[in-house]
């Protein structure tokens, strides 16, 4: 077959048309999947910020008077606040735009400052004992309405790899770490946080936590407030406390041994511990936020 120039040159012309079409294509998609990138990028953003509900100079928690605490009925437990953020001022915060909770200032970092709950979270009405057994014995004769939970669950703990009869320390305090999560999920005021779990005496190893609003109290935390032996807490930190109604801290006494705690009144709070996998129960949970001084007033 022949051709003759014209032919050559019409499929050249062809040619380079195609050429330049396949190149204008890859370009083009090449864009769009940046502009992609690009816009997930905003869209998470926008997301996380609606999810947080939470700005740098949104007021989330105001500080109590004497005022408030008549108007409303309540007792005033820690300082009223000056605006240094000392331990134990006290605050009323608007977790999700309709529950305000108190707390009192734990300790400051910063530009961030930790604060705990007055009260321990409410649940379903339900008791745990020996190794997470239902007792209705423990509920019928002391009646505690709050969020009940094991420090470990065993079911937790051999999922982790434990292998003792018994729920010890070794694998952290997953089974409360879950329901804390569980319970302030909702608190859309307050911001998402990440951060890694460690025990002050290595009793277990670092547990990554992603994307909750409140964390434990920890017990170095608790032993700088409560004094020598933990003897001597504040009264804020024991304040709707007693006995089966304290709350977990974060750590435990050893690897093989109870993880502590704060219970004792308002009048004589102080640090105690209990087995990990609840016997009785005498603790619960109460959450520790952390917010930017913006948010504070």
């Known amino acids: 077959m022949r051709f003759n120039n014209k032919g050559f040159a019409v499929s050249s012309i062809m040619y380079l048309i195609l050429v330049m079409c396949i190149i204008l294509i890859t370009v083009t998609l090449s864009i769009l999947g940046n502009r992609k990138l690009i816009l997930d990028k905003k869209k998470n953003e926008i997301v996380n910020k609606l999810s947080n509900d939470n700005s740098s100079s949104k007021i989330i928690c105001e500080g109590v008077t004497e005022e408030t605490v008549t108007k409303n009925g309540e007792t005033l437990v820690g ?96 089974t409360a770490l879950k329901s804390l999560k569980e319970a302030t999920s909702g608190w859309k005021n307050i911001p998402n946080f990440s951060y890694t779990l460690t025990s002050y005496n290595s009793s277990y190893g670092p547990i990554e936590v992603e994307n909750v609003k409140a964390r434990m109290l920890s017990y170095t935390e608790a032993s700088s407030l409560c004094g020598e032996y933990g003897y001597n807490c504040p009264s804020y930190l024991g304040i709707n406390t007693g006995v089966y109604d304290g709350y977990w801290l974060s750590d435990v006494e050893g690897t093989f041994s109870n993880a502590f705690g704060i219970d004792g009144g308002i009048s004589s709070p102080s640090i105690d511990s209990d087995a990990p996998y609840c016997v009785y129960c005498l603790f619960k949970i109460r959450p520790v936020i952390t917010l930017k001084k913006d948010n504070i007033s």
Not at 89 to 108: A, G, L, M, P, T
């Open 79 to 174: 300082n009223i606040p000056t605006g240094e953020y000392k331990a134990g001022d006290e605050y009323i915060c608007n977790v999700d735009r309709v529950n305000k909770y108190h707390f009192f200032v734990v300790s400051s970092d910063g530009d961030n400052i930790n604060l705990i709950m007055d009260t321990n979270l409410k649940g379903e009405y339900q008791c745990l004992s020996f190794l997470g057994e239902p007792s209705d014995g423990v509920c019928t004769e002391y009646g505690i309405p709050d969020l009940l939970t094991e420090w470990i669950s065993n079911e937790d703990y051999k999922a982790l790899g434990g292998t003792n009869s018994y729920p010890d320390g070794s694998k952290g305090p997953l």
